[in-house]
């Protein structure tokens, strides 16, 4: 049961990722071939290849790049601590973020993540090894029994099984009466948050926000009380 797992063992996250390049146009050759072959099964007749850059290339870790990891960590006064990583150039903060990895207290975290499973996770580790950076342990999963794995993921636990369903991060937070972080921006915006307006910081935020609600989520699913942001 998820109610014996140690809360103060978990570290909750999420990231913000966009396109690695503003605009089609910027894109070599060989990178707009081989966009076009993966996608073209993807997209609907009257949508062409540059435009569906735009929009999805950032989920792709082979044709986008992390700009934000927000962690979050309860401390022993019950409240949340969470620090960012975030900057344009991705192979420092992701070099930041691993150190973190370092620390004896990070040993044995475990990670949790809304949709961790399938996006974030998997993502963080293919961006390390695109930047030439071994993934930490807590990444590495050939070899590993399922049980052993130490990946949490609030969607998979609210399926209970039920495979073919899906669930907002936004969604869960309405019904668990949880603070929405949807005040301001949502992960469609990112990417023009950061090309036109330039403003990290305001994704960074919206990212943070996305960390406490994550927490908040996972303390209702164990029938507790949620917590506040240690600022």
């Known amino acids: 049961m998820i109610k014996n797992i140690p809360i103060e063992k978990i ?21 707009q071939y081989l966009w076009d072959k993966k996608t073209k099964s993807q997209r609907k007749e009257d949508i062409s290849a540059d435009v ?9 870790a082979e044709f986008g790049k992390i ?49 961790g499973k399938e996006f974030d996770f998997p993502y963080i580790a293919r961006r390390l090894l695109i930047n030439g950076i ?34 907002s991060l936004e969604l869960l937070a309405h019904i668990f009466k949880v603070p929405t972080p949807k005040d301001d921006i949502d992960g469609s915006q990112v ?12 994704i960074v935020k919206y990212c943070e926000k996305d960390v406490l609600t994550l927490c908040n989520i996972f303390r209702r699913m164990r029938q507790e009380d949620i917590v506040k942001r240690l600022d």
């Open 134 to 167: 071994n993934p930490p342990n807590v990444f590495q999963m050939f070899g590993k029994k399922p049980w052993e794995i130490p990946h949490l993921d609030t969607m998979e636990l609210w399926k209970f099984g039920d495979w073919k369903s899906y669930v």
């Open 67 to 115: 700009i934000c990891i927000s962690i979050g960590m309860i401390d022993g006064h019950d409240q949340l601590k969470i620090k960012s990583f975030y900057g344009d150039d991705e192979k420092a903060l992701l070099l930041e973020f691993c150190e973190i990895f370092n620390s004896p207290r990070l040993r044995d975290v475990i990670l949790c993540a809304h949709n």
């Open 191 to 202: 990417a023009q948050v950061y090309y036109q307006d330039k403003d990290l910081l305001r």
């Open 11 to 31: 570290m909750f996250l999420d990231i913000e990722t966009v396109p690695q390049s503003e605009a089609w146009s910027q894109l070599d050759e060989q990178t």
């Open 52 to 60: 569906f850059f735009e929009e999805r290339a950032g989920i792709m």
